[in-house]
Nanobody, 114 residues
């Protein structure tokens, strides 16, 4: 019910745009992203509410922008100035609250080479 796309391999300082489209009950007030790198805990990346309110994790502020198109039930993650530390599996998630604990997608891999 959450289909993510847009991951890939990019060089440092490059850009990627992730997309995640919800279907059915997975379309919730909050849509956003988490990421998890090998051997590390899951990390909050960004979230956007239905009304357009956004929130970002401290490690990505200033480099990543989240947006959503409610008509398309899609959330986007524009990532600029990527660094190797951004390498992770990025999960799309949705929920009634900022915690986005209701639905989670399968993940899309982002790899940033130095």
């Amino acid at each position: 019910q959450l289909q993510a796309s847009g991951g890939g391999l990019v060089q440092a300082r490059g850009s990627l745009r992730l997309s995640c489209t919800a279907s059915g009950r997975a379309f919730r007030n909050f849509m956003g992203w988490f990421r998890q790198a090998p051997g590390k805990d899951r990390e909050f990346v960004a979230a956007a509410s239905w009304s357009g309110r956004t929130n970002y994790g401290d490690s990505v502020k200033g480099r990543i922008t989240i947006s959503r198109d409610n008509a398309k039930m899609t959330v986007y993650l524009q990532m600029n100035g990527l660094i190797p530390e951004d390498t992770a599996l990025y999960y799309c998630a949705t929920g009634a609250t900022m915690g986005m604990a209701d639905f989670r997608g399968q993940g899309t891999q982002v790899t940033v080479s130095s």
